[in-house]
């Protein structure tokens, strides 16, 4: 039976969205005003962000996936991943409510 390879950039994906997941519980406990955490939601991460970004287009180029797609690709997962965060804070403020 033939093991498909791991992807590699599994290990900074689950990174990335770990410090999210703790910027937003970090940010909950100091009540942080929504706008305030859209406003620093992005440079929280930035480095684990960047991290994800070059092994994810890495590994993309290395498939031959076009740079300029790969690069997209994880813009646009990353852009979804900040969305949903975003959209999760504002009901959890909002409610005055925390993630289990």
Known sequence: MLLAAANPSDPPRKAYLQCLDQFLRKSLEEKMKPDDFEKALAPACADKEGTL????????????????????????????????????????????????
């Open 53 to 100: 970004k070059k092994v994810a287009i890495d590994y993309d180029v290395k498939d031959g996936v076009p740079r300029k797609d790969a690069e997209q690709y994880i813009s646009e997962e990353i852009g979804d991943f900040q969305s949903n965060i975003r959209i999760m804070y504002r009901e959890y403020f909002d409610t005055n409510s925390k993630p289990s």
